[in-house]
């Protein structure tokens, strides 16, 4: 029978109403879950559509089974987002005959034995690349490469170390679409690697490894040297008993250079390893394959070389009777039986997950090329196929832990928020495992199960205590998944269930957003007016349950209130005090703790903190993770990194247009980039001058040997420097520091590049000193009527160039998504993203 298809407007306003007038659910279910075909085709209307295509599926795997739940069943959990929510990966790619694509949302990859060979290294690079395109994160430990200085047996003679291959893979991952996103990677190497230094350093320098995350394997030794200020040994290979390099640093002035460039930009995160591998149920089977080397990108799933899972949430507001009154409580029994189904659920999607990977592999025989290109991709998914199939991994996790705590009346952060939110992980891993334990009963253990090696594992002896019954059960008749565990970001399905996310507080209880608007109009009111004239009216945006609870307390919600009104109203509520941004940071990762203590995986959580903290904070932080248990942490303080949501100071804030700040006077000495980048098959560069952070003037052309100027790759800094000449007139030179710490001077820019650019360039650059917005300069500079088409060119190095400098989150006016059409562009690390649909566009 022939799939009825809808337009884009049909299923917007379908969904629209399905979400009860929330655009932003409404456009992401569209954009990124509803079952469209390659030619933009959409075969589902309401996400209503999309839970019986899930439901559907599922009671087919049911079926082959005992004791099936049926498609009305399944579908009840589902819909409208209200219990079981499953991931992305999962959710559009069940039952999705338009994509060949994997279900999992996970990968780990490592080649066995010599890692560190070139071979293996592109090997690593080829699989990385081709698990991305069928949309999976994968992440990938470098422990295993040799440090820099080593000997090798090539031209080279010497190994280049780590951070030369963190680039190869971080642009590999930039390189892959998956639907209008990037690629996900984690790239982790041990403390004990002599070039964990290096690796630490890496993304400091900006431009650099933008496509991948960064997490640091810390071990306990380290980490009682760091405390206590003793020395700590590097060697290589780390886990040899005769290592060919050993090296003896200072553990705390390590320490303190993770420390600070946590606190600089967010990065790395760290991950307490030997917690990791002491608390892995997996690791019992570590010579059966399943030794955990790595994380997925977001560090919720510690993973074995070729294993994957697949995640789903439970949402947890939609547990408590009564919200926001004094009767409110949480039906722990109703949780129980969902918790249990969740687990027999996912364990269903593990066999879809084979059938795609049959689809993929069969994909791959179809495939025209030869079998020597096909025979890595063949090759992996094989190995990934084995190793879903020998474990039966899973990742049930939850969801709305925020919203359920103050519909409870508790104030996230608080002992007692931090006491009922350990009862409820307690409850879904005990009853999680049950499920598991009555599969294996009913389906079969997965293949290596044996309690024998399972017996003295931490989780394992908890589960032992808390339900000596369910233990006794499990040795009995086993257990069908080796794993079944995690809390992970939930992302954009948190928008879908119109909660808090994974196991964040709320973000903000109320915000403002602003939406432009004819000043003109007797109607509308002007609330602010930015640097380029137009006019914009601010609205109140509530958070959907804190909505909720001023309906509860009889409240009228439709009110234009004040801000001195808001701020009584967040005062009153649960949600006071109870922000991303003033819980308790060091009862955060404790709770934390206490909540990883029932994750057989780990979880996925921001400590958010205030720009003005200091580094001794984040030390604390980390020192008290790993104290408490918790399997990793990471920081993020409010405007460390770009490409985050920063809050906005209201000192800053103006509704008046204030004249731009002039430096008429060229300074002497101006600090400067450079930015390199290739026209067509021309080499370019451009030095980008900058005072108070911000492009003051920019040089650039063509870096060769013939006409221009060259550069060792190692230079991405120096400054420009203002020289007198002996006639009277002035020149800029350039400066730079080589490695060996001598300075070197490039005299005369002027004179390195064409003329015809020199001119163009000081033209720029006095729109620069100016103070015109960045976003402005370019598009002036693309309006630019130029008949030369090396001056065109010389257009797009400028462009490129400046676009590194734009504000993220400033909007492109004037300028349409080539996707969808909306005029809902944003820049991004200097790439142009639609907020409407997600799709993003470089260069």
Not at 415 to 427: G, K, L
Not at 642 to 653: H, L, Q
Not at 683 to 711: H, S
Request: net charge negative; aromatic share 10%.
């Amino acid at each position: 029978m022939e799939q009825k298809i809808y337009s884009y407007d049909e299923a917007f306003e379908a969904s629209l109403e399905y979400f009860a007038g929330d655009e932003l659910a409404a456009r992401v279910w569209v954009n990124k879950y509803a079952l469209k075909d390659s030619f933009g085709n959409i075969y589902e209307k309401t996400p209503a559509d999309m839970h019986w295509r899930l439901a559907n599926e599922l009671a087919r795997i049911e079926n082959k089974y005992e004791n099936p739940l049926s498609a009305e069943q399944i579908f009840e959990l589902l819909d409208h987002f209200r219990y079981i929510v499953p991931a992305g990966s999962p959710m559009s790619g069940i039952g999705n005959p338009f994509q060949v694509v994997s279900l999992s949302n996970c990968f780990v990859i490592g080649i066995d034995g010599d890692a560190d060979s070139y071979g293996a290294i592109m090997k690593e690079d080829e699989e990385q690349v081709q698990l991305m395109k069928r949309r999976g994160g994968v992440g990938h430990d470098l422990s295993q490469i040799r440090p820099k200085g080593s000997p090798v047996k090539n031209s080279a003679l010497t190994s280049t170390g780590i951070v030369p291959f963190m680039e190869r893979f971080s642009n590999s991952t930039r390189e892959v679409a998956q639907d209008g996103r990037r690629g996900a990677l984690m790239l982790s190497v041990s403390i004990k690697h002599p070039d964990s230094e290096a690796f630490i350093d890496a993304k400091t320098e900006e431009g650099k490894i933008t496509g991948a995350n960064v997490s640091v394997k810390i071990d306990d030794a380290f980490m009682e040297a760091a405390v206590a200020g003793k020395k700590y040994q590097q060697q290589y290979p780390i886990d040899s008993n005769d290592p060919k390099v050993v090296k003896e640093i200072e553990a705390q002035a390590l320490w303190q250079k993770i420390v600070h460039n946590a606190w600089k930009s967010a990065e790395p995160g760290v991950l307490f390893w030997d917690t990791i591998i002491r608390e892995s149920i997996p690791d019992c089977y570590a010579d059966l394959g399943f030794r955990t080397v790595s994380t997925n990108p977001c560090g919720e799933i510690p993973l074995c070389p070729y294993d994957s899972c697949r995640l789903l949430a439970i949402n947890l507001y939609n547990y408590v009777d009564n919200p926001f009154t004094a009767e409110a409580s949480f039906n722990f029994e109703k949780f129980r039986d969902h918790a249990a189904k969740a687990q027999r659920l996912m364990d269903d999607i593990i066999d879809l997950e084979q059938e795609k990977i049959d689809l993929i592999l069969s994909k791959i025989a179809d495939d025209p090329q030869t079998e020597e290109v096909k025979e890595t991709e063949r090759h992996l998914w094989e190995k990934i196929k084995r190793k879903t199939g020998m474990g039966r991994r899973t990742g049930v996790g939850i969801t709305a832990e925020g919203d359920m705590l103050a519909a409870l009346s508790l104030r996230y952060g608080t002992q007692e928020a931090t006491d009922q939110a350990v009862a409820v992980q307690r409850t879904l891993a005990l009853e999680a495992y049950r499920s598991s334990v009555t599969m294996a009963r009913e389906r079969g253990s997965f293949e290596i199960f044996d309690a024998k090696r399972e017996e003295k594992n931490p989780f394992i002896l908890r589960i032992k205590e808390a339900d000596p019954q369910l233990y006794e059960d499990m040795v009995k008749y086993g257990r069908r998944n080796i794993a079944c565990l995690t809390i992970a970001p939930t992302g954009t399905t948190s928008l879908m269930t119109q909660t808090t996310s994974g196991i964040e507080p709320v973000f903000l209880p109320v915000y403002k957003r602003r939406r432009k608007v004819n000043p003109n109009d007797p109607k509308v009111r002007v609330d602010f007016i930015d640097e380029t004239g137009d006019a914009f009216e601010e609205y109140i945006v509530y958070h959907h349950k804190f909505l909720t609870w001023m309906k509860a307390k009889g409240l009228d919600t439709e009110k234009n209130y004040t801000q001195e009104e808001i701020n009584q109203l967040v005062a009153q509520s649960p949600y006071y005090k109870a922000t991303a941004n003033d819980v308790d940071w060091l009862m955060k990762v404790s709770m934390q703790g206490d909540i990883q203590k029932w994750v057989d995986h780990s979880i996925s959580v921001t400590v958010n903190l205030p720009n003005d903290v200091d580094e001794a904070l984040v030390d604390r932080l980390y020192v008290q993770a790993w104290r408490s248990g918790c399997k990793g942490c990471t920081i993020y303080r409010d405007g460390s990194r770009s490409g985050v949501m920063i809050s906005v100071s209201k000192k800053k804030e103006t509704h008046i247009c204030q004249p731009p700040e002039v430096v008429e006077k060229s300074p002497d000495v101006l600090e400067c980039d450079v930015v390199r980048f290739q026209n067509n098959k021309e080499k370019w560069v451009a030095f980008v001058g900058l005072l108070d952070g911000r492009p003051y003037e920019i040089f650039t052309g063509l870096q060769d040997d013939d006409e221009g100027i060259v550069l060792p790759k190692s230079v991405t800094k120096g400054y420009i420097i203002k020289a007198n000449c002996s006639d009277g007139s002035h020149r800029y030179d350039f400066q730079f520091e080589n490695k060996r710490g001598y300075k070197t001077t490039v005299e005369g820019l002027s004179e390195k590049f064409n003329k015809e650019f020199w001119n163009y360039a000081k033209l720029i650059s006095g729109i620069l000193r100016y103070r015109m917005p960045i976003e402005n300069v370019i598009k002036l500079v693309g309006s630019m009527q130029m008949e030369s088409e090396s001056i065109n060119t010389w257009k797009a190095g400028v462009e490129r160039a400046l676009k590194k400098y734009i504000q993220d989150g400033t909007a492109a006016k004037g300028l349409t998504c080539p996707n969808c059409g909306h005029e809902s562009l944003v820049y991004q690390e200097g790439c142009l993203i639609c907020k409407n649909c997600g799709a993003s566009r470089c260069g």
